[in-house]
């Protein structure tokens, strides 16, 4: 009833009438009149007087049962109870909770998906409560904050000077980790006549050993490059390792174009991975859910994808036998950099009046028992880094690098969107052959500079 309520109160809210309800007959709008009295009623946090009684949101589906375990047994130790409500998939739960904010429906835990931007307007508007001083207190020698890898807490942290105007401090905290590397499989090595135990390091061996699978009728690499967020991770992966982070990034500024030699360069391995006929067939076009399923279903000996993805493959291969590597080296020169941090991240909302209880269930949810039952039974990495000794092996390997991480939310500057959206599709052109990698380079830069027009 309440759900109903929620979106009646969101339509009303958002609707204008061309015709005011007194041009109506006198029934229909007392009616409406009296209905919209109704549903506003309850509308609002206020709706739930219930101070022992938390709500959560989220869209993991994956996840539900160890959520509701670990709800249980909260409400066993604590005596608060937690309710989890599951609204998939991950679009529809990004609609819902955008149009909560504007009807102020927000439950008392949630998770915000897209970009930082997205996660500043929510702080701006009031919606997320600051967490910064309880993750500092320090509780038996350690604060809260010394739990989690660095790296996953820089996600959600705002430092001072950010571009969105919002206060400096952590607004979020983090219940998993998650890095995008390559994986290989060591079956299909083997039957290549491979050493198993030695994955290529760099591009060079990469090419060689593709070209040795081949030879024995067994694809290449797989990924979801359909959804072009993917190639965006792997080609940042590669102009970082290329040309260093400083000169990626003054690119973003506009003071580098992407006509330079070493962003050609990016883009032309793209071009020599379809020339060698390196990619499974269709996945320029594929989704990742489907490049999952190609990789476990062992159609392809690599795969471009997160750490999420060894919960994903134990359910479609338990007898899948792989090894994570980072992705193959251009230089030795700049460190290779790997898209990672926070997995999922819940905020507190900070207009609830269950406020404290909110976060004393998040501090408690992060504890080291209640992370190492997580990860086993989700089989994600993590966010507590003492919880790493009793995670599976293929795990541990995605968890090694973390400290190689990097990820445009944390991006001292950000490229703008319709850029990447360019250089991503580009990139596509180029693996079906339908452009060169100069040609994309020069269309990249002419929106750069378009864009660069628009913001002066």
Not at 116 to 126: E, P, Q, T, V, Y
Not at 233 to 246: H, Q, R
Not at 415 to 420: F, G, M, Q, R
């Amino acid at each position: 009833m309440i759900d109903n309520i929620q979106n009646i109160c969101y339509a009303f809210r958002l609707m204008t009438f061309k015709k005011n309800l007194s041009e109506l007959r006198p029934n229909l709008s007392i009616f409406i009149i009296s209905f919209i009295l109704f549903a506003f009623a309850g509308c609002g946090p206020s709706r739930d007087k219930d101070l022992n009684t938390l709500t959560v949101w989220h869209w993991m589906s994956d996840r539900e049962a160890a959520f509701q375990e670990l709800a249980e047994q909260f409400e066993e130790e604590q005596g608060v109870k937690v309710r989890f409500d599951l609204y998939a998939p991950s679009e529809a739960y990004a609609q819902r909770v955008k149009a909560s904010a504007q009807t102020n429906t927000l439950p008392d835990i949630f998770g915000i998906l897209g970009e930082k931007r997205d996660f500043a307007s929510f702080i701006l508007s009031g919606y997320v409560a600051g967490l910064t001083a309880y993750l500092n207190e320090k509780d038996g020698g350690l604060s809260w904050k010394e739990r989690f890898f660095e790296k996953a807490v820089q996600v959600n942290e705002f430092l001072p000077g950010n571009e969105y105007g919002v206060e400096p401090g952590i607004y979020a905290v983090p219940l998993d980790i998650t890095t995008i590397q390559m994986l290989y499989n060591k079956k299909l090595y083997e039957k290549a006549g491979l050493d198993p135990n030695r994955p290529p390091d760099s591009w060079e061996e990469f090419l060689s050993h593709a070209r040795a699978l081949r030879a024995k009728g067994i694809p290449g690499l797989v990924s979801g490059f359909g959804e072009i967020w993917m190639i965006e991770a792997l080609a940042s992966n590669w102009a970082m390792n290329l040309m260093g982070e400083e000169k990626v990034f003054k690119t973003y500024e506009g003071k580098v174009p992407y006509t330079d030699s070493d962003w050609v360069k990016v883009l032309s391995l793209f071009k020599q991975m379809a020339d060698e006929k390196i990619l499974v067939e269709g996945a320029v076009t594929m989704v990742n859910k489907t490049a999952e399923q190609t990789f476990a279903n062992e159609r392809a000996a690599y795969a471009f994808n997160g750490s999420w993805s060894v919960n994903v493959y134990r359910g479609m291969n338990p007898q899948l036998d792989y090894a994570v590597i980072l992705p193959p080296k251009i230089t030795h020169i700049y460190p290779m950099k790997i898209w990672g941090g926070a997995g999922t991240s819940f905020m507190v909302n900070d207009r609830s009046p269950r406020r404290e209880n909110a976060i004393r269930f998040l501090k408690w949810l992060t504890e080291d028992k209640q992370q190492v039952f997580f990860a086993g039974r989700t089989q994600n990495l993590p966010a507590n880094k003492n919880c790493l000794s009793d995670i599976p092996l293929v795990l541990a390997q995605f968890a090694d690098d973390m400290d190689n991480t990097t990820h445009p939310n944390v991006y001292p500057v950000r490229e703008n969107a319709a850029v990447t959206e360019a250089f991503d599709k580009g990139i596509q052109s180029i693996l079906i052959g339908e452009k060169t990698p100069e040609a994309v380079a020069r269309e990249v830069q002419k929106v750069k500079e378009k864009e660069l027009r628009k913001k002066q």
